[in-house]
C-alpha cells in the first residue's frame, strides 16, 4: 500500500546513521514481515525522482498523549550516502513523507527448537533487529556484528535488550575483536551449535562468505541482498541478479525487489559478483 507517513523522530544513532521512526497505518503493523522493506520518496519534486529502498528496522505501537490512543509506527535504519538520503536526514517531527510496503519476500521463521544464527554488518543490521525480536520469541538467537570500525556496528544494545547473544568484530579493532564477522562465526561454528539456520544481510562479499560457511558446514542459510531499486514491484527489473541455474545460453535471472529480498542461498549464483 502506499501512504503518507509523518515523521516521528529522525535520530543519528552513529555518525552518517540515522533511525527514522514514521507514522503506520495498522494495516502495514499487522501485514509486514522481518526482511521486508519500504520505498520511500524524500521529495516532491522529481529531484530526486526515485524512491529510495530501506529495510523494515521495527514495527509496533506506541503511546500518545492521549490515554487511550495508541499510534502504530515504523522505523528504519539508513545511512547518509548520496543526495537522496542527505535530504531525509534532514527531516524533523511533524514532516510527511510518501511510502510503499510493505514490499518483498521476508524470512522464513525455521523450526522454533532450533537455535538462530544473525550475521550483519552496517545497515545490513536493520532487517536482523525486526527479525530478532521475533525468533526471540521461541528461539535462542545469536548475533554476529560486524563493521569497518565501531561507528559501523549499529543499535547493539537494543539486541542485547531482546536477550540475544551477541558477538562483535570490526576490520580497524575499534569494537569487538579485530577482524572479519564471518571469521568470529567461523570459529563459533567450530566450536559446536546446536544452531541449524543461518540469516545474513550485508555487503555482498560478506554475504558470498556467508554462503560458503553454510556450504561447508551443512547449516541452512538465508540472505538479504541490498540492490538498487527503481520500482520496488518487480516492474522496472533494475534489481535482478543471478540465480544458480544462471548461463549465457539460459539466462535465469531474480529480481530482488519481488523474489526477494531473502534467499536461500542455494537460489543464487555466487560464482562471480551479482
Known amino acids: 500500500m502506499n501512504f503518507k507517513a509523518t515523521v516521528i523522530t529522525n535520530v543519528e544513532v552513529s555518525p552518517g546513521y540515522f533511525r527514522l ?7 502495514f503493523v499487522t501485514a509486514s514481515t522481518p526482511g521486508q522493506f519500504v520505498m520511500v520518496r524524500v521529495s516532491a519534486s522529481i529531484d530526486p525522482l526515485l524512491r529510495r529502498p ?3 528496522f521495527d514495527v509496533g505501537v506506541m503511546a500518545t498523549e492521549y490515554p487511550d490512543v495508541q499510534q502504530p509506527f515504523l522505523d528504519i535504519l539508513y545511512r547518509v550516502v548520496g543526495k537522496g538520503t542527505a535530504m531525509l536526514a534532514g527531516f524533523h517531527h511533524g514532516d510527511q513523507l510518501e511510502v510503499l510496503g510493505p514490499l518483498g519476500k521476508g524470512f522464513g521463521a525455521g523450526d522454533a527448537a ?30 554476529f556484528a560486524g563493521g569497518r570500525g565501531r561507528d559501523d556496528v549499529l543499535c547493539i544494545t537494543e539486541f542485547e535488550r531482546l536477550g540475544v547473544e551477541t558477538y562483535v568484530s570490526t576490520d580497524d579493532g575499534t569494537l569487538g575483536e579485530r577482524g572479519l564477522v564471518t571469521e568470529v562465526l567461523e570459529r563459533y561454528l567450530g566450536n559446536g551449535t546446536s544452531a541449524k539456520t543461518i540469516y545474513a544481510c550485508g555487503p555482498f562479499p560478506m554475504l558470498r562468505a556467508v554462503a560458503e560457511i553454510a556450504g561447508r558446514t551443512g547449516i541452512s542459510c538465508q540472505v538479504s541482498l541490498e540492490a538498487y531499486m527503481a520500482c520496488g514491484v518487480g516492474a522496472c527489473l533494475g534489481c535482478v541478479v543471478k540465480g544458480r541455474n544462471h548461463a549465457e545460453v539460459t539466462p535465469d535471472y531474480r529480481c530482488v525487489c519481488k523474489d526477494g529480498p531473502v534467499f536461500d542461498y542455494t537460489e543464487l549464483s555466487w560464482e562471480q559478483r551479482l
Open 54 to 56: 530501506f529495510g523494515i
Open 21 to 27: 521512526r514514521l507514522t503506520a497505518p495498522q494495516f
Open 114 to 143: 532450533e537455535d538462530k544464527i544473525l550475521v550483519g554488518g552496517g545497515v545490513g543490521l536493520a532487517p536482523l533487529y525486526y527479525l530478532a525480536r521475533e525468533l526471540v520469541k521461541e528461539s535462542r538467537v545469536h548475533l
